[in-house]
């Protein structure tokens, strides 16, 4: 059965970096794009980051770009998005979403559980 986990999160303070790692794993056959999201208290969830694992294509939100990076291990089904100089609005739950053609030859959306960026004002 595919899944995606995440890790990380956690406390920052401002100025400082939150990283997720986002691993997918199960009966894989290709990934087709990983994806970042953020949701505020009270707003709708937004991607942030984009990247298309068969190629080098990465697509960085307005509000974030220049702030945010994504590295990913093709060969672990695994991204790292990473978010820079925080700030307290960017207080929220963190997910990643993968589009994932399985063994079974089905094509899944799968997303993280979801992890909290705290960033105290």
């Known amino acids: 059965q595919v899944q995606l986990v995440e890790s990380g999160g956690g406390l920052v303070q401002p100025g400082g970096s939150l990283r997720l790692d986002c691993a997918a794993s199960?009966?894989?056959?290709?990934?087709?794009?990983m994806a970042w999201y953020h949701q505020a208290p009270g707003k709708q969830q937004r991607e942030l980051v984009a990247?298309?694992?068969?190629?080098?294509?990465?697509n960085h939100d307005e509000s974030v770009k220049g702030r945010s990076t994504i590295s990913r291990d093709n060969a672990k089904n695994a991204v790292y998005p990473q978010m820079n100089r925080l700030k307290p609005e960017d207080a929220a739950d963190y997910y990643c979403?993968?589009?994932?053609?399985?063994?079974?030859?089905?094509?899944?959306?799968?997303w993280g559980q979801g992890t909290q960026g705290n960033v105290p004002s």
């Open positions: 199960g009966g894989i056959r290709v990934i087709d794009v």
């Open positions: 979403d993968a589009g994932i053609h399985e063994a079974s030859g089905k094509w899944t959306a799968e």
């Open positions: 990247t298309i694992t068969s190629g080098s294509t990465t």
